[in-house]
């Protein structure tokens, strides 16, 4: 690919995240330092720009949604 390791690395944190924010109710900041981010405020930005929402409303969107 022609992404860089920073990229790369943001995306595999995310992906962490997403994990983390799915199949556990650990507060953001836990999530964010398992993950590797230098704050909670960090990380919500950078999902943000790569989720179009917060991760609390990727949370909540998600968990409301029935399982099919």
């Not at 690919?1 to 962490?16: C, K, N, V, W």
């Not at 983390?20 to 999902?47: D, K, N, V, W």
């Amino acid at each position: 690919t022609e992404d860089t390791f920073s990229t790369l690395l943001i995306r595999t944190r995310l992906q962490m995240v997403v994990q983390y924010l799915l199949e556990t109710e650990l507060p953001l900041e836990e999530i964010a330092y398992l993950c590797g981010f230098s704050a909670a405020s960090h990380m919500s930005r950078t999902f943000k720009n790569e989720y179009g929402m917060t991760p609390s409303a990727y949370r909540s969107e998600k968990k409301a949604l029935p399982i099919a």
